[in-house]
């Protein structure tokens, strides 16, 4: 499966690139960037692989793009599915990304944003074609030593980015688009924002020809104006549950599509901790998203929706305050599931007891849901 549009040449900034305060910070392991730019360079004949987790999401696609624009020769594909969000990116810029692509030939795969095999490949990691691993989430247990993994990093593409100047790819205004689109999207629109996230986006500003006006319209361009999006939204309202722990409120609701999008509407409405699933044939997604001060407590979603995998064998993983699962089941009992468990959790963390007759796992006699 292709997707394919009408491209436009990306133009040219005058803007040199720079490492240090201010500019791009220096690669955690320069050495063990070179070796994977290096690898890349040596199969420039062969075929390179760029290859994205399942429903890739605009971080996924823009770390794709900005090393598709570095390194031209590479094929570009995702894992089952590409994201709304990701797709539209795609559609902006004119390039196309693989559904569930043909490993037949790869000479080499770089796999981006991607804490485990189970979320880009089905099978063996030994029947697989030789791989590079850039990601930057902190649990990269499954892939070893071998994997180029900073955390310190809010969104993969700042490591894209890395990678396309020590190779002297010049800065163009469209990657300055896309690097500061993945940015927004992983960071949460900047909530969750370190400094070097802001520090990065400064310099793609003032070295390139965009704004954050341009960006804006990238990833959100006429969203308030998509009917589908907006019924989403307000069916997850419908849709609502939600229990409370001391002062924390957390939420769960149901919709077809546009499940990030109606996490967030949840946490605006008040929820502390959004988790919304979305059902489409005989796959589930559920999103996870918290608000900072829940991160303060010790949460950490990506960690927990690892967990709630685990437990319903699905895969989950993600950041800190927004994460994500993929698989199948039963939605109902997945959302039931993350409200017994975050529940349980939170009164771990604040020290509150368990309720009676209910285990601290959210196991035994369940707590009556508010509905609206």
Known sequence: MMMTVQGRKPAISRAGWTFGR??????????????VISDILDNHGGSVLVLAHHNADIDAVATSLILKWAFPWVRLGAFRSISQAGKKLLSYFGEEMEIDPSLDGVSLMIIIDSSSPMQVLE?????????HVIDHHPDHSHWGDGA???DSMGACVEIALQMAMLT?????????????AGIIADTGKYRFARPVDLEVTSFLLSGSGISMEDVMLVIEGEEYFDASKKIAQL???????????????????RVNSFEAAACRVLLVAGADVAFVAAEKKDEIRVSARAKPHILRLGVHLGHFMERIGSATGNQ????????????SG????VLMLCMEEMDALWREKM????????????RGSRKRENRR
């Open 351 to 362: 020290g509150i007891p368990p309720e009676s007759g209910r285990s601290r796992s959210g």
């Open 330 to 333: 039963d939605p109902d009992r």
């Open 168 to 180: 002297n790819s010049p800065l163009t205004d469209d990657m300055a688009v896309t690097a500061i």
């Open 148 to 150: 180029y993994v900073d």
């Open 22 to 35: 201010g500019h791009l910070p220096f690669p955690r392991d320069r050495e063990l960037m070179w070796s």
């Open 123 to 131: 099978g063996d990691t030994s029947e697989w074609p030789r791989y």
């Open 316 to 327: 989950g993983g993600g950041h800190d305050g927004a994460a994500g699962l993929n698989g």
């Open 235 to 253: 069916k997850a309202m419908r849709r609502l549950r939600f229990r409370k722990v001391a002062d924390q409120v957390v939420a769960a609701s």
